[in-house]
């Protein structure tokens, strides 16, 4: 089992910064693909950017270039530093924990409560 807390959401001008965070517990965390997702007022929910268990990361296209998604495995968190913020970027965000084992099964899939996340003037 794995429990996730996110931490970090608030309310911010355009062009303002945010970092969210990502605490885990309950599971071997560097064993653990993870990710950032958000949900918008009235619209599905959308993976904004995930780093895997090697650090590689991946980025939605609507944020590339002005968030970064990074984990400290000593600390068992991640975080998703999130600059140059616009309006559409209002949602509530998500962590998610993935680990896949063989023959592709998934193991594991957790999600925490979400933060949320409003940017305004």
């Known amino acids: 089992q794995v429990q996730l807390v996110e931490s970090g959401g608030g309310l911010v001008e355009p062009g303002g910064s945010l970092r969210l965070s990502c605490a885990a517990s309950g599971s071997r965390f560097s064993l653990n693909a993870m990710g950032w997702y958000r949900q918008p007022p009235g619209k599905q929910r959308e993976v904004v950017a995930s780093i895997g268990t090697g650090g590689y990361t991946n980025y939605a296209d609507s944020v590339k270039g002005r968030f970064t998604i990074s984990r400290d495995n000593a600390k068992n968190t991640v975080y998703l530093q999130m600059n140059s913020l616009k309006p559409e970027d209002t949602a509530v965000y998500y962590c998610?924990?993935?680990?896949?084992?063989?023959?592709?099964?998934?193991?594991?899939?957790?999600w925490g409560q979400g933060t949320l996340v409003t940017v305004s003037s």
């Open positions: 998610n924990a993935h680990r896949t084992g063989g023959l592709g099964r998934s193991t594991l899939d957790a």
